[in-house]
């Protein structure tokens, strides 16, 4: 699901409004739960609370998203029935958050779509700080956050206003909790049929290429996802592939664009193309015509990432034909530079604030303290023991044959009936070791891609503040490298390769490169210091 970005425009009308709106009413400010319960750090607040009328809670989602209605389905109707709660969700975008926070009178939980916002960076003028909800509501919610996440979101004033889903710290990745999701695969047909070739330096890799299209003349030798929007794929996947550094020697900002090593594989990819194993539908198909190829197995080799996302197409390749679609290992650096595959990274993806303007903040913090804890990661992740789940032998969750058959036969009415997996807010990945693993056209792929992942900590949310002329100069190096790359893997002769490189580095060092690198490294500087790293 692709995060929705504050465009400039809205960033900057955003700026605005909250640094003058959100201040305006408090509604907790004489709040008191001194006849409800009493404080107590090793119990949760939501199982001391005595307040016997229902709370409803609005809850803001700064997206355009379909909700379905809360406490239908096995899930929502737990957390319901837990929490004494009922949640009202309104919906809207920049502009209906904007008219929020300008007038003071917010939702009581504002959802935002990802960590570095306007809004989410000034969360002080319209949002509690969860440390003093926690003080003052419910001690036990600094039992179940994650140190290193609630540290990473703490603003200015050290204190922390929102906490994500799918933040993964190091630990995390240490613990293999995080699957990998980008791989370079082939047919494994046509792997065996070639002796099981690599394709790790650039020179086997347009050999293999040219092997595929003599021995496979019906099919596409290198294939790759949409391109129609962006050359993500061929920037940061490859980037990380061959191991490009994040940061110089000396601690800065590095630009992985201009690599050497990165070029080296952007012109063997050309040659690829050169060479007609590029067919040039590949960068006009839509999502839905990349995933029929995939079904189709029309690729030989397939640059998949985000993989995760094919596990159907995968899967129906795999029964209709015979064969399937495995791991190798892909593009590597020429100078022995190891991969650094990236996942999810610390700031996650949604991020949760309550507002000053909650009608109940005691029983909002509650919530958040429900949905960090374990018994609301395994209910939102797994839902009800006995209902949707069981636990095996092995003390691994186990979903029932009759929810699995359902969520096969009717996914509609699954969602509907249960809700696995689909009240989100505030999961993570480290539910994934408590299920039985299961088989699928990916298990290989993941497997493969163990050991691999490395952490971009230190480059997120690195952008130059918004309005600036870094911010500017940013997104017109970016607009121009997404068309730069595909026009250098479409080159028709090395001088055209050579000279729309040279257009790009011209470019960046107009639009003052030099300036962004240092706002970039000063962003760097203050992510160290949350993750505690020294230059």
């Known amino acids: ?69 809360f406490g239908e389905d096995a899930t929502t109707k737990k957390i319901k029935e837990d929490l004494n709660i009922d949640v009202k969700y309104i919906t809207g975008d920049d502009a209906k958050l904007n008219a929020l926070i300008s007038s003071g009178d917010m939702p009581d939980i504002v959802t935002l779509m990802q960590k570095d916002t306007p809004a989410g960076n000034k969360a002080d003028k319209w949002a509690y700080s969860l440390n003093e909800l926690a003080d003052k509501y419910d001690p036990y919610l600094n039992k179940v956050v994650t140190e290193d996440t609630f540290n990473w979101f703490a603003l200015s004033d050290g204190k922390t206003y929102g906490y994500p889903n799918y933040s993964n710290t190091q630990k995390d990745y240490d613990n293999n909790v995080i699957p990998a999701n980008d791989a370079f695969v082939i047919r494994e047909d046509v792997y065996n049929k070639l002796g099981k070739p690599s394709i790790s330096t650039p020179e086997d890799f347009q050999k293999v290429m040219n092997d595929i299209k ?23 996947i490859l980037q990380d592939f061959i191991g490009v550094p994040l940061e110089t020697k000396e601690g800065s900002f590095n630009d992985r664009n201009l690599d050497p090593e990165y070029k080296e594989w952007l012109k063997t990819i050309n040659n690829v193309y050169q060479d007609g194993n590029i067919n040039d539908d590949s960068f006009t198909d839509d999502g839905d015509t990349y995933k029929g190829k995939l079904k189709n197995g029309q690729y030989a080799v397939v640059f998949s990432a985000g993989f995760n996302g094919s596990v159907g197409e995968f899967q129906d390749f795999k029964n209709n034909s015979g064969s399937q679609y495995i791991a190798i290992d892909g593009p590597q650096s020429t100078s022995g530079r190891e991969i650094m595959l990236n996942q999810t990274g610390i700031s996650g993806w949604l ?41 095996n032998d092995d003390k691994k969750v186990e979903i029932l044959p009759e929810v699995r058959e359902l969520e096969k036969t009717n996914p509609e009415e699954y969602r509907k009936k249960y809700g696995l997996s689909a009240f989100n807010f505030f999961n993570n990945d480290r539910m994934n070791l408590l299920k039985q693993p299961e088989d699928s056209s990916v298990t290989q792929l993941q497997a493969w891609g163990k050991g691999k992942l490395v952490p971009h900590f230190i480059i997120e949310n690195t952008a130059p503040e918004a ?35 040279q257009e790009y580095t011209d470019f960046a060092e107009k639009n003052n490169a030099e300036d962004v690198y240092k706002a970039k490294t000063e962003k760097m500087k203050e992510n160290k210091e949350k993750l505690g790293l020294k230059d």
Not at 219 to 224: A, I, K, N, S, V
Not at 353 to 373: G, V
Not at 474 to 496: H, N, P
């Open 1 to 69: 699901m692709k995060k929705v970005a504050l465009g400039l425009l809205t960033a900057g009308l955003a700026v605005g409004l909250v640094a003058c709106g959100g201040d305006k009413k408090d509604a907790g400010k004489d709040f008191s739960i001194k006849d409800r319960y009493e404080l107590d750090e090793n119990t949760p607040a939501w199982k001391l609370d005595k307040k016997e009328e229902v709370t409803e809670l609005t809850w803001y989602i700064n997206a355009d998203w379909k909700m379905a209605p």
């Open 214 to 236: 003599k021995e496979f003349p019906e099919l596409t030798p290198f294939g790759f996802g949409p391109v129609k929007d962006d050359s993500y794929a061929f920037q940061r």
């Open 351 to 391: 991020v949760n604030h309550i507002s000053k303007s909650a009608k109940d903040p005691a029983k909002a913090t509650q919530l958040f303290t429900y949905l960090i804890s374990e018994e609301g990661q395994m209910l939102t992740k797994f839902g009800v023991e006995g209902e949707t789940y069981k636990f």
């Open 467 to 501: 309005g600036t002329k870094e911010a500017r100069s940013e997104e017109a190096m970016k607009t121009k490298f997404d068309t730069a790359v595909i026009s250098l893997i479409r080159a028709k002769s090395d001088d055209q390769f050579e000279k729309t490189y």
